[in-house]
């Protein structure tokens, strides 16, 4: 009986061989996603509270509209605390970097109904971790 070597399949990101020297993270369906966590802050540093800046027209939605005029907006989380954390999953793949995508979040000065400062905002590519 004949023995087939597997060729594809491991647990490997794609392009990579070996150890891992990052976290790795693995796509099954659809495509390459870019990950950011999104820190709201206003023009004097302070973390802004996002839990009621939910709603249509509020800051939030203004956030992910202004996301959205350069990438899709495959999945995100509100953090529900003060910590004004917001998780975004991106597509296509370098659509934004972290620096690109926090120019854009800045400039959003007074999002929404309730008048929701971004303008000292930061934000990172953490890449993805369920905790």
């Known amino acids: 009986m004949a023995d ?3 060729a594809h399949g491991n647990a ?3 392009g990579q061989t070996g150890n891992i020297s990052a976290d790795a993270t693995l796509i099954f369906n659809g495509p390459e996603l870019d990950f950011f966590k999104i820190i709201i802050k206003d023009v004097s540093g ?3 509270d996002l839990r009621g800046e939910l709603d ?5 939605v203004e956030i992910l509209k202004k996301i959205a005029d350069k990438a899709t907006i495959e999945m ?3 953090e529900g605390d003060t910590s004004g954390q917001i998780s975004v999953a991106l597509y296509p ?3 934004y970097s972290a620096a690109t995508l926090q120019t ?4 959003l000065s007074a999002a929404g109904g309730n ?3 971004c303008s000292g905002s930061d934000v990172t590519e953490p890449g993805f971790e369920l905790v």
């Open 4 to 6: 087939l070597t597997k």
């Open 12 to 14: 490997q990101p794609q």
């Open 46 to 48: 302070n973390v802004e």
């Open 56 to 60: 249509v027209g509020e800051g939030v």
């Open 76 to 78: 995100y989380q509100v």
């Open 93 to 95: 793949a370098g659509a």
């Open 104 to 107: 854009a979040v800045r400039t």
């Open 115 to 117: 008048s929701l400062d």
